[in-house]
Structure formats: structure tokens, C-alpha cells
């Protein structure tokens, strides 16, 4: 992997970056602004070419499949130059590598984009494809399943590290039959090792099942990335999937042809390897790319810096390092310590809405951070920060809500914390009018069952009636009483 990056990193400079990612069913054209530490694309789009339709190991790409190729790499060759950018890295996986006739593609496509193409091993594709969802999620033990148009990547995580790396040729274009697919993974030895973990699946077989689950299961938050369910469920709607006669929703148009083909092969590895779960991801070979890039940004370090830009909206800065700062003494009596990044991250959305229209406030911060197009964050981490800003803009009143549906995949715990955090932040952003500097005049701290805020006599008249009111109710949520000093 090292060499693959310190090839890219001699051509790279500081301006914008492209990743093509030539894969077996689509062609996609990411543009960053530099070199991806910006957490969204200027420009991100797929084009589904199918370059690796019945492609097998020692097979031709068809006219067909190529000339569609092309036609997609002369468009994004074109965006490519329009958008002034400094540097690409052309990437290719199963379907060019696999190809007796892939010069045929190779070479008019270097040609159009004007750069060399290279064409990753199978080994390179699942080290890339696991570095990408290690850096987006924190995977302590698990199995890492990538599943293309053309090849299976299997990665096995023992605490934090890859311990197992394995290929398949064997995807959701492929014309195998159910035993044929059987077979091909009972090859892989050391999956019995992945017994009781969960299995991460990425690629876009894994994201349309994703979205069947959705649908089928009625599950209230429709974000893909970081859905998680037991393999029951899966096994379930699997079944369904791979049975012809059956209508399955949910399944987005472009995987309908292919999808019955990818549920057999998901359904007998989770069978072969007999995981407890399946949580789906949205990253893929690129993030590893980038990963790779820009190691000081891998998000696994619990890194919040790249939630400064989402806070560009903040009417004053350095307000989170206040507020982070006044809370420490309690915020481990408040909540789990698993939520202390949520918490920190809150800090940094908790203005988001101030400019937006008072009464729809709290609705639109919460939107805001469940659909945040950024991957580090779990289904129940984003419901609980939504939960906490909401309560920041609305405090007690019954507002436009967050679907009850939703909050109800929180525990009962974990909403008594967003509950009574929301509540704090929304005390404290009034408290000091938004402003930091005003939060140096107060500290917050717990004595025996209660809850007590020391204000700078200078100060003083900062704490208004209906700021001793706000300070009650956070109070109350916290299940503790209240003392002014």
C-alpha cells in the first residue's frame, strides 16, 4: 500500500484532487478541493458502464461494455480539465485486472484522461477498501466484506488491525449459480474465525440491500451508512431477495437485474462465517485512497477538526471550547462516557440554526445533523446530538419534533442525556447571549445531589429570572437539584 501511495504522492500538489474509480458495474469521478481533507466533493458521480458484465478470470471485456466505458471517461476527462484540477488518481479493480483484452480500455482511457491508469491487485483493492471503512468507523473486531461488480474483498479485523486479507472473483455481475458461489467462498479458511462478529459490508450491492432494509422493516431514519441489524433480520429479507417470484421494495432500479446474484452471495457468507450482525457502510476504495493521503485526518484518531467547517454558521468563535470546557466537571455524571466525541461535536452544531426562523429552529438544526453527509458517526450518535440541539433551540416546549419513532431507537438512558444536555446548552447559550467571553463568569459543578452554578458577582445580571428558571429545569433533567452561588 505504501508504494501505491508514494507513487500518487509525487504527481500530487495542493489544489484539487480527482479520483476515478473504474470499477466492474460503474465508473465514478470524485473532485476534492485538496487532496480530501475537506469532508465533501465538489463534484462526486457515478456512471453505471457495466465494464465487467460476465467477466470471469481470463475473459474479454465486450465492445459493448468498453465503448460505454469510454463514453463515461471522455465525459469526466472533459470536467476534469473544465474544473482546473491539479491532480488525479485514475484507479482500476476486478473487471480491467482480470481481462485478457483490458489494453483495450487501458489504453484510449490513459489517453482521454491524459494520466496513467493503475490497475490495483486483488490485495490492494481489499487493504484499500478496509483502510476506507476503518477510517470512517471504529471497528474494534469484525469482518470487512467489499462486494463489486466483479470480485468479493474479505478483510478480517482483530482489534484494530487487519489480520486476514482475501479475494474473490466472484460479484454481483457474475454468472455463477448458488453452489458455484458456495464454493468460492468456502476457499477462504479463516472465515470461521469471524464467528459472533459483525459484518461490515460496503460496495453498492451492501448499500441497496441497505435500503430494502429500510423499506421492508419500516426502520425510521433512512440514512444507509452505519444501519445496523442482526443477521436474522438479514437472513429474512435475504431470502425474499433471492427468491424471483417476490417483489422486494426498496430496492433501487439500477441494482434490480443484479441484486438477486449479490443476496446469494451476502446470504452464504453470512451463513459460511456465521456473524452475529450486519452493519452496512458507505465508503468504499477511495476513502482508502484518501485515507492513505491524508493519514493525520483518519477520523478513527477521534478527530472532530473537520466539524469546524460544518460550524462556519456560528455567530461567534471559540463559543466550543467554552462550553466544552464549563461542562467537564459534569459531563461524566450526566452521560456515557462513550458520548463524550458526540458531545464535543454537539458543541460545534449547537448554533447552527441561530439565523434560521425562530419557531423552526430546533426542527432544522436537528435535520441538519441526522443527514450530515459525513460517515464517523453511528445511527445512535446522530439521533442523540440531533436530540441535544433540538432541546438547545426548543428547551421544554413542544415544538415541530424529531419523529418519536426516531428517538425511539435511543435507550431510555441515552434519552435522559440528550434530554438534559440539550437543556444545558440551551441555559448556557442564553445565559452569555452566545457570546464566550460571558461564559468565563460562571462554572459548573455537582456536590452530593446538587447541581451548582458559581457566577462572578460582576455578572450577576446575567442571570435574570428566566435564566434561574433554565438553570432549574437542566437541574431537574439531570435528576438533582439546583444551587446558585
Request: proline content about 3%.
Given at each position: ?6 507513487s ?5 500538489s495542493?489544489g ?15 473532485i ?11 463534484f462526486?458521480e457515478?456512471?453505471?458502464c ?5 467477466v ?23 470536467i ?8 488525479q ?5 476486478a ?15 490513459e489517453?482521454l ?7 490495483l ?13 476503518l ?5 474494534e473486531?469484525g469482518?470487512?466484506a467489499d ?22 472473483d ?20 479463516w ?5 459472533g ?6 460496495g ?12 421492508n ?6 440514512l444507509?451508512?452505519?444501519l ?17 417470484k ?12 443484479t ?16 456473524i ?11 476513502d ?12 478513527n484518531?477521534n ?13 461567534f ?15 461524566k ?12 461535536i454537539s ?11 425562530p ?5 432544522m ?24 440541539v433540538?432541546?438547545r ?17 435511543l435507550?431510555e ?13 440551551r ?28 457566577i ?7 442571570m435574570d429570572k ?8 437542566f ?5 438533582l ?5
Amino acid at each position: 500500500m505504501n508504494e501505491l501511495a508514494l507513487s500518487f504522492d509525487k504527481k500530487l500538489s495542493k489544489g484539487k484532487l480527482a479520483i476515478i474509480d473504474i470499477g466492474s458495474n460503474s465508473i465514478r469521478l470524485v473532485i476534492y478541493p485538496q487532496n480530501g481533507k475537506y469532508p465533501f466533493p465538489l463534484f462526486n458521480e457515478r456512471i453505471n458502464c457495466r465494464l465487467g458484465e460476465g467477466v470471469t478470470k481470463g475473459k474479454k471485456l465486450s465492445s459493448v461494455s468498453i465503448s460505454r466505458a469510454l463514453s463515461a471517461i471522455k465525459r469526466f476527462a472533459f470536467i476534469i480539465k473544465s474544473m482546473s484540477v491539479k491532480s488525479q488518481i485514475p484507479v482500476a479493480t476486478a473487471a480491467v485486472r482480470n481481462a485478457i483484452n483490458a489494453n483495450e480500455f487501458i489504453r484510449p482511457a490513459e489517453k482521454l484522461l491524459n494520466s496513467k491508469i493503475r490497475v490495483l491487485s486483488s490485495k490492494e483493492e481489499a487493504e484499500y477498501a478496509c483502510l476506507g471503512l476503518l477510517s470512517y468507523m471504529r471497528i474494534e473486531n469484525g469482518l470487512i466484506a467489499d462486494l463489486g461488480g466483479g470480485s468479493l474483498e474479505l478483510i478480517l479485523v482483530n482489534n484494530g488491525i487487519e489480520v486476514h486479507a482475501s479475494s474473490l472473483d466472484i460479484g454481483h455481475l457474475s454468472k455463477f449459480s448458488n453452489e458455484e458461489i458456495i464454493a468460492q467462498i468456502n476457499k477462504i479458511k479463516w472465515l470461521k474465525q469471524a464467528e459472533g462478529l459483525t459484518l461490515y459490508g460496503t460496495g453498492g450491492s451492501f448499500r441497496a440491500f441497505g435500503s430494502a432494509y429500510i423499506k421492508n422493516y419500516n426502520y425510521p431514519l433512512h440514512l444507509i451508512h452505519g444501519l445496523s441489524f442482526k443477521k436474522e433480520k438479514a437472513i429474512i429479507l435475504l431470502d425474499k431477495i433471492t427468491d424471483s417470484k417476490v417483489e422486494v421494495l426498496g430496492i433501487p432500479p439500477s441494482r434490480q437485474h443484479t441484486i438477486e446474484t449479490a443476496a446469494n452471495i451476502i446470504i452464504n457468507l453470512i451463513l459460511k462465517s456465521n456473524i452475529n450482525r450486519l452493519t452496512i457502510s458507505g465508503t468504499s476504495i477511495r476513502d482508502g485512497l484518501i485515507a492513505e493521503l491524508n493519514e493525520e485526518t483518519i477520523t478513527n484518531s477521534n478527530t472532530v477538526d473537520h466539524y469546524k467547517i460544518l460550524a462556519r454558521n456560528q455567530r461567534f468563535k471559540g463559543m466550543h471550547n467554552k462550553v466544552i470546557k464549563l461542562f467537564n466537571p459534569i459531563l461524566k455524571k450526566i452521560t456515557n462516557k462513550g458520548f463524550k466525541k458526540a458531545f464535543k461535536i454537539s458543541t460545534y452544531l449547537s448554533d447552527i440554526s441561530w439565523d434560521e426562523q425562530p419557531d423552526l429552529r430546533g426542527y432544522m438544526a436537528a435535520n441538519k445533523i441526522l443527514s450530515l453527509p459525513i460517515r464517523d458517526l453511528t445511527h445512535i450518535e446522530r439521533i442523540w446530538m440531533a436530540r441535544v440541539v433540538y432541546h438547545r433551540y426548543v428547551g421544554l416546549r413542544d415544538r415541530k419534533q424529531i419523529e418519536q419513532s426516531i428517538i425511539n431507537l435511543l435507550s431510555e438512558e441515552q434519552k435522559i442525556s440528550s434530554y438534559a444536555i440539550g437543556l444545558g446548552l440551551r441555559f448556557v447559550y442564553i445565559f452569555c447571549a452566545g457570546f464566550p467571553k460571558n461564559l468565563e463568569n460562571i462554572k459548573l459543578k455537582i456536590r452530593g445531589n446538587k447541581l451548582v452554578c458559581k457566577i462572578n458577582p460582576d455578572a450577576k445580571a446575567l442571570m435574570d429570572k428566566e435564566n434561574i428558571r433554565r438553570f432549574k429545569n437542566f437541574a431537574n433533567a439531570c435528576n438533582l437539584h439546583h444551587e446558585i452561588i
